[in-house]
């Protein structure tokens, strides 16, 4: 079974440009999930996918940060214009099922973002 | 909103000896608490979880104990091997999932 898919991989861009993230969730699961991992420190929940609709953006700094699940598959996370404390691993998960964040969350590799 | 703490935040031990990691909670309402694995350069790996209803649960040489009164939850690794090296996180889930901080593993050879 294939795993999260993310790209790129790594970024790196100058404050005030804008940057996005793509992800692919496992096959069949309905819920995504966004994180931001900041160097030292364990992951932040940015925002969570039941199919397209959203469950949970509290954390997502809505003033730059963006993200979409168009069709309930893929996703995109999306910064504009970004700031030099935004750079962090942004790392995409997914779960079968569930809007209780009780299920399984299987992450991908994530996206090392460096802003200059 | 769930607070997680976790401990010690590094630990090193000698290869073939035990490792126990350490987390406490805040929300009563936690349910599902999870121990991810993450290595250099990638993404958490899901280790062992437990749910609210359990209070041990055993996966070959990794263990996961859960005291709900207590409200902390402990991850055990047994004849530990250099490949154990890692970070590793738990995180506690009432509905969205909290993580700790880390604690880097060094097994020594």
Request: aromatic share 10%; charged share 20%.
């Amino acid at each position: 079974e294939a795993g999260v898919a993310q790209s790129p991989r790594y970024k790196i861009i100058e404050k005030r440009q804008s940057v996005a993230f793509w992800c692919n969730p496992i096959s069949g699961h309905a819920t995504l999930y966004w994180y931001q991992q900041i160097l030292g420190q364990g992951p932040k929940l940015l925002i969570q996918f039941q199919n397209n609709g959203v469950v949970d953006d509290s954390q997502l700094p809505k003033d730059r940060f963006s993200a979409e699940r168009l069709k309930g598959v893929d996703s995109t996370l999306k910064i504009q214009p970004a700031k030099l404390e935004d750079s962090a691993v942004y790392l995409c998960a997914s779960s079968l099922a569930g809007t209780s964040g009780s299920y399984e969350q299987y992450f991908g590799p994530g996206t090392r973002l460096t802003v200059t | 909103g769930e607070n997680v703490e976790q401990h010690p935040s590094t630990l090193s031990v000698q290869e073939g000896d035990s490792a126990v990691i350490k987390c406490t909670y805040s929300d009563s309402a936690s349910n599902y608490f999870p121990w991810y694995k993450q290595e250099l350069g990638k993404g958490p790996q899901l280790i062992i979880d437990i749910r609210s209803n359990v209070g041990e649960k055993k996966d070959q040489r990794i263990a996961v104990t859960l005291n709900k009164t207590a409200k902390h939850f402990s991850l055990h690794i047994t004849e530990t091997q250099p490949e154990d090296s890692a970070v590793y996180f738990c995180a506690a889930s009432p509905n969205d999932m909290r993580f700790g901080a880390g604690t880097r593993l060094t097994v020594k050879p």
